[in-house]
């Protein structure tokens, strides 16, 4: 029991390490007027043809793309305009709790239509846009330790092999399956995250405590202490190549060897391959609590980690192969940088034991979105024996659950937001 307490903290303080990311990117681009400029020029095209498109009511053939066929990226109007709206709502959910975001980005793409495959590869390429875009690499140099990056980079550039080479294996195998195997991990991590984010949601309030949205944590999750424990024992295992760190902090620096380091690569890159999440939310407890690194060499790391993970996920395992949809990616940034704003603030001025209420049902939703949508697709494989009416009623009412919880959300923020901008001005 208690080793699985450890795993649900140690997994919600890496959702809230990514989500700190997220804030810092979105603050990064946002009040720089070349970035701005930049991304506003990156997005037009996408704009643009949304706007042709809309307006001749073309459509591509269906054997291009679409709900009723499997293949690489197809266009509409109606995609497009929904992508910014589901990056408003992960960023929205970023803004405010600090956690958890970015994992109902591929389920709700996948809501809207678009191919599980397709979804990954979308999402990883709009996390290495963001990174590229708003990362102030130059500020944060100082805190990394080559030895560290290099023999951490290495092992993510395998792991993220593997997971690209088994998400398309899989689709060439059978595109349903293919979505079934996305949706299933996706069902796993976010009823996981959702049954931890419920039980500390009604703990919280039959204690009475109003806590913030961080629930007065660091965002970073540092009350987890990593103690000597299992950072302590790696260390003292001398498997070379040994890795120097930590000179400035501890008296002689610390040291732990290269393959330890390299495995969490390995593990890392997979996961972001697979799920399509950067592999930001990771890096940092595995760092801290597994490897023993200090929080402040593992930030400049980690931003490394992130551009370099995402950026060949997205391009060598995806892109090249036709898995990224460019304006999807668009969308979503665009959407995330207004919903992290907004959210962010939105915390000022609200109960955050009204959040984490709102943040544990929607990721409740996610998780039932997902796993509605599995029998529909275990059906196609002839894994469970259910007729197609059935299946596509199940779906449609996950679709329904999930989209009018996340909708639910939106408003109620947004609500907050302008009902209270006199006060928000005054802050700020």
């Given at each position: 029991?208690e080793t699985f307490k450890k795993c649900k903290d140690i997994l919600f303080a890496a959702s809230r390490a990514h989500a700190q990311w997220e804030i810092e990117t979105s ?23 949304s706007i042709v498109m809309a307006s001749t009511g073309g459509q591509l053939p269906h054997f291009i793309g679409g709900k009723t066929a499997y293949g690489p990226a197809h ?284 943040y544990a049902i929607t990721i409740m939703a996610g998780f039932i979105n997902r796993l509605f949508s599995l029998p529909g697709k275990l059906g196609k494989m002839k894994v ?45």
């Amino acid at each position: 029991m208690e080793t699985f307490k450890k795993c649900k903290d140690i997994l919600f303080a890496a959702s809230r390490a990514h989500a700190q990311w997220e804030i810092e990117t979105s603050n990064s681009i946002l009040r720089n007027k070349k970035r701005l400029i930049i991304l506003l020029l990156l997005a037009m095209p996408a704009i643009l043809f949304s706007i042709v498109m809309a307006s001749t009511g073309g459509q591509l053939p269906h054997f291009i793309g679409g709900k009723t066929a499997y293949g690489p990226a197809h266009y509409d109007p109606f995609v497009f305009w929904i992508s910014i709206l589901i990056g408003i709502c992960a960023g929205l959910i970023t803004g405010c709790i600090g956690a958890g975001g970015g994992f109902v980005i591929t389920p709700a793409l996948m809501s809207a239509g678009i191919k599980g495959i397709l979804a990954v590869g979308t999402d990883l390429f709009h996390i290495f846009a963001k990174a590229i875009m708003g990362t102030a690499v130059h500020k944060k140099l100082g805190n990394v330790s080559v030895s560290l990056a290099v023999a951490f980079l290495v092992g993510s550039g395998i792991g993220v092999t593997g997971g690209g080479v088994i998400n398309r294996f899989l689709y060439e195998k059978d595109p349903v399956l293919s979505d079934a195997f996305i949706s299933i991990v996706y069902a796993l991590l976010l009823g996981f995250l959702g049954i931890y984010s419920l039980t500390d949601f009604f703990k919280l309030r039959r204690s009475g405590a109003d806590v913030g949205a961080h629930h007065g944590e660091s965002p970073h999750g540092e009350e987890i202490k990593a103690g000597k424990g299992l950072p302590g024992r790696l260390q003292e295992m001398k498997i070379p190549p040994m890795i120097k760190f930590d000179h400035d902090l501890v008296p002689g620096g610390k040291q732990i060897s290269g393959v330890f380091v390299a495995g969490s690569g390995v593990f890392v890159g997979f996961v972001a391959a697979i799920m399509g999440v950067g592999g930001g939310f990771l890096t940092f407890p595995i760092f801290v609590y597994v490897l023993g690194v200090s929080s402040f060499t593992t930030v400049g790391t980690d931003i490394l980690q992130i551009i370099f993970t995402a950026g060949y996920a997205s391009i060598i395992q995806y892109a090249i192969y036709g898995f990224v949809f460019y304006t999807l990616a668009m969308g979503m940034l665009l959407g995330s940088l207004l919903g992290i704003q907004i959210g962010a603030l939105t915390t000022k001025v609200v109960k955050g034991i009204h959040i984490r209420g709102f943040y544990a049902i929607t990721i409740m939703a996610g998780f039932i979105n997902r796993l509605f949508s599995l029998p529909g697709k275990l059906g196609k494989m002839k894994v469970i024996d259910i007729s197609q009416e059935t299946a596509k009623l199940i779906d449609t009412v996950g679709i329904y659950i999930f989209f009018i919880v996340v909708g639910i959300f939106g408003v109620w923020v947004f609500g907050k937001f302008f009902g209270n901008i006199k006060a928000l001005k005054e802050e700020v």
